[in-house]
């Protein structure tokens, strides 16, 4: 089975683009000052904390639960279990479209939950949905929530909805600690300490994702999914 970022990767990339009125060339240094009712909404102002945990989104990576997500985005946020058959999945919340400041696109959660959980609610859930490349929604059962709300956010995933040029991210993340090369041709650059990585869409027809964990939880969820992944090919 995939590792959930990874198959968030994936989608993140495939993904056709869109215009939109303000591009991530608004993410130069020139720009004017957010007010004071974007802070933390910016995708640039992550901040890690001394407890390993990372505030992005108004959300803190690595403490907040799906009840925290619910109550920052009431009736925009949608949660469902996505799987591929015979896997056990992952629960999955969206808010799309998702205004990130002045930069807008689509925002997915993820969630720490044990696998014999996400596979008895599978079996629960009295509806489901095909999805691009082999994956199913499938709806989480009514006396699953309470269970559900209790989920911790392990990361999260923003796909802007222009193309990502790596100009912009290393003009506002600086210069990136790894660059890794993809066989499709674009690059994920990783930022450890901010428990970020970017990947960079090398055709001009797809954008690029961003994803983020707590810095504590970098390793485990951002970078060795990554290694699998290219020792895989």
């Known amino acids: 089975m995939k590792h959930p970022i990874v198959i968030a990767l994936g989608a993140g990339l495939a993904v056709l683009l869109v215009a939109f009125l303000f ?7 020139g720009a004017p000052p957010a007010p004071a009712a974007t802070e933390q909404q910016l995708p640039w102002q992550a901040e890690a904390r001394p407890d390993g945990t990372l505030a992005v989104f108004g959300l803190a990576l690595g403490r907040d639960t799906l009840a925290d997500a619910q109550a920052r985005f009431g009736d925009n946020l949608q949660t469902a279990l996505v799987a591929r058959l015979g896997e056990a999945g992952v629960l999955e919340a969206l808010v799309d479209p998702f205004s990130a400041g002045f930069v807008s696109g689509r925002l997915v959660l993820s969630f720490d939950v044990p696998a014999s959980t996400l596979l008895r609610w ?14 199913r929604r499938f709806g989480l059962p009514a006396d699953a ?5 209790a989920a911790r956010i392990a990361g999260l ?13 290393r003009q506002r993340f600086g210069a990136p600690a790894q660059t890794v090369e993809q066989s499709d041709g674009s690059r ?13 869409a090398a055709s001009a027809t797809s954008r690029g994702v961003l994803q983020y964990v707590a810095p504590r939880d970098f390793e485990s969820r951002l ?6 992944s290219a020792v895989a090919r």
Request: charged content about 25%; cysteine-free.
């Open 23 to 29: 591009p991530l060339l608004h993410m130069g240094r």
């Open 223 to 228: 970078r060795a999914p990554l290694a699998a």
């Open 157 to 169: 995933s923003f796909v802007p909805a222009v193309k990502l040029g790596e100009a912009d991210v």
């Open 145 to 149: 929530l309470p269970e559900a709300r």
């Open 188 to 200: 994920v650059l990783l930022y450890p300490e901010r428990g970020l990585s970017v990947a960079v």
């Open 122 to 135: 599978r079996e629960q859930s009295s509806k489901s949905e095909p999805m691009e490349g082999g994956v």
